[in-house]
C-alpha cells in the first residue's frame, strides 16, 4: 500500500498563492489516479481535482477551476496541487489520496495522507 504525506499548507492572504505536494512512499506513485480533497470544519470531504496516472487527464471541481492546477511528476513520486487567487472558502484542511477504483468520490479513494491544514485570511 502507497503512503502519502501532504505539506505545503499555512497561513496566507487573500489572493495569494500556494502549492501543495503529496509525497509518495511504499510503492510506485505512478500507477495511480490522484485527487486532492478539501475538509472545512463541519463540512463533508470534498473533491477539489483529480489527475490521471499520466498526467494527461484532470478534472476540477466548479469552485476552483481557473485558480488550482493539479500535476504529477511520477519520477519523483509527487503529486502537486498550485492553489492561486486563494479565497478564505478555501479554508480547510487538505488531504491527498490514490484511487482504489473509477469514480471521484471519497469512498473510491484507498490510501490516504495525513492532510495539511491552508488558511486564508481575508
Known amino acids: 500500500q502507497v503512503q502519502l504525506t501532504e505539506s505545503g499548507g499555512r497561513l496566507v492572504q487573500a489572493g495569494g498563492s500556494l502549492r501543495l505536494s503529496c509525497a509518495a512512499s511504499?510503492?510506485?506513485?505512478?500507477?495511480?489516479?490522484v485527487a486532492w480533497f478539501r475538509q472545512a470544519p463541519g463540512k463533508e470531504r470534498d473533491l477539489v481535482a483529480a489527475?490521471?496516472?499520466?498526467?494527461?487527464?484532470?478534472y476540477y471541481a466548479d469552485s476552483v477551476k481557473g485558480r488550482f492546477t493539479i500535476s504529477r511528476d511520477n519520477a519523483k513520486n509527487t503529486a502537486y496541487l498550485q492553489m492561486n487567487s486563494l479565497k478564505p472558502e478555501d479554508t480547510a484542511v487538505y488531504y491527498c489520496?490514490?484511487?482504489?477504483?473509477?469514480?471521484?468520490?471519497?469512498?473510491?479513494?484507498?490510501?490516504w495522507g495525513q492532510g495539511t491544514q491552508v488558511t486564508v485570511s481575508s
Open positions: 489527475i490521471n496516472w499520466s498526467g494527461s487527464s484532470t
Open positions: 489520496a490514490t484511487a482504489l477504483r473509477g469514480g471521484l468520490g471519497p469512498a473510491d479513494f484507498g490510501s
Open positions: 511504499g510503492r510506485t506513485l505512478g500507477t495511480y489516479r
